[in-house]
C-alpha cells in the first residue's frame, strides 16, 4: 500500500528564513503528491500538487516542492516564511483502493511554527 | 459558496450514546469522504463514497455507518459511542474519485466522548 513518511514532527523557524519540511513516499510505478496546509481551528486546503511533468511544482503562498524519484521524496520549500505560516502542514499520496477507485493517505504532519 | 458544510462543529457525548454527524456539499462531487483527525496521527480515512449507494471502508471504519442517498449528502453515524472516537472529524469531497484534482475539506466537527 502506498504510503507517505513526514521525518519532521515539529519544525521551528525564525520569520524571513528558509524552510523545508520533509516527506518521503514509498515507491510506486505512477504516484500523485500531494501537499495540504491546515490553519488552527480550520479544515484542510490544497497548497500544491505533483502528477506528472516538471518535477519542480509551485503553490500558493509562495511555497513550492521537488518530485525526487530516485530519492523517493517531496519536499516542500518556501525561501522566506512569515508568521502568517505557522500551520500543519500535511503530505498526502493518492493509493489505490479498488474496483478503479482512489483515496488519499496523509503522512502524520508538521507543525510549523514561525518565531518573530 | 458554502462548500463543504459540517454539523455540528462541537459535541460531548456519553459512552454508548449514538449521533450522526451531517456533512453536506454544494459542488455536485462524486466523491466524498470521512476523515478523523487524532494528535500526532495525522488523518485517517473512515470511510468514502464514490457516488450515490455507493460506500466502503477506509482504515479505520469500525464503530462507524456510512449511507449516501444524495449526491449532496455524506452522513457518519456513531452507532455506540466510545472513548476512544474523542477526535476531531472532517468531511471531504472531491469531484472525481481519481484525485487528479484536490480534496475540499469542512471546518470539522470535534467529538468528545466522555
Known amino acids: 500500500a502506498q504510503s507517505v513518511t513526514q521525518l519532521d514532527s515539529q519544525v521551528p523557524v525564525f520569520e524571513e528564513a528558509p524552510v523545508e519540511l520533509r516527506c518521503n513516499y514509498s515507491s510506486s510505478v505512477s504516484v500523485y503528491l500531494f501537499w495540504y496546509v491546515q490553519y488552527p481551528n480550520q479544515g484542510l486546503q490544497l497548497l500544491l500538487k505533483?502528477?506528472?511533468?516538471?518535477?519542480l511544482v509551485k503553490g500558493i503562498n509562495g511555497f513550492e516542492a521537488e518530485f525526487n524519484k530516485s530519492q523517493t521524496s517531496f519536499h516542500l520549500r518556501k525561501p522566506s516564511v512569515h508568521i502568517s505560516d505557522t500551520a500543519e502542514y500535511f503530505c498526502a499520496v493518492r493509493a489505490y483502493s479498488g474496483a478503479g477507485s482512489y483515496q488519499l493517505t496523509f503522512g502524520k504532519g508538521t507543525k510549523l511554527s514561525v518565531i518573530p | 459558496n458554502a462548500g463543504v458544510t459540517q454539523t455540528p462543529k462541537f459535541q460531548v457525548l456519553k459512552t454508548g450514546q449514538s449521533m450522526t454527524l451531517q456533512c453536506a456539499q454544494d459542488?455536485?462531487?462524486?466523491?466524498m469522504s470521512w476523515y478523523r483527525q487524532d494528535p500526532g496521527m495525522g488523518l485517517r480515512l473512515i470511510h468514502y463514497?464514490?457516488?450515490?449507494?455507493?460506500?466502503d471502508q477506509g482504515e479505520v471504519p469500525n464503530g462507524y455507518n456510512v449511507s449516501r442517498s444524495t449526491t449532496e449528502d455524506f452522513p457518519l453515524r456513531l452507532l455506540s459511542a466510545a472513548p476512544s472516537q474523542t477526535s476531531v472529524y472532517f468531511c471531504?469531497?472531491?469531484?472525481?474519485?481519481?484525485?487528479?484534482?484536490?480534496?475540499?475539506f469542512g471546518e470539522g466537527s470535534r467529538l468528545t466522548v466522555l
Open positions: 505533483y502528477l506528472s511533468g516538471s518535477t
Open positions: 459542488m455536485n462531487h462524486e466523491y
Open positions: 471531504a469531497s472531491s469531484y472525481m474519485a481519481g484525485f487528479t484534482g484536490e480534496l475540499f
Open positions: 463514497s464514490v457516488g450515490a449507494g455507493i460506500t
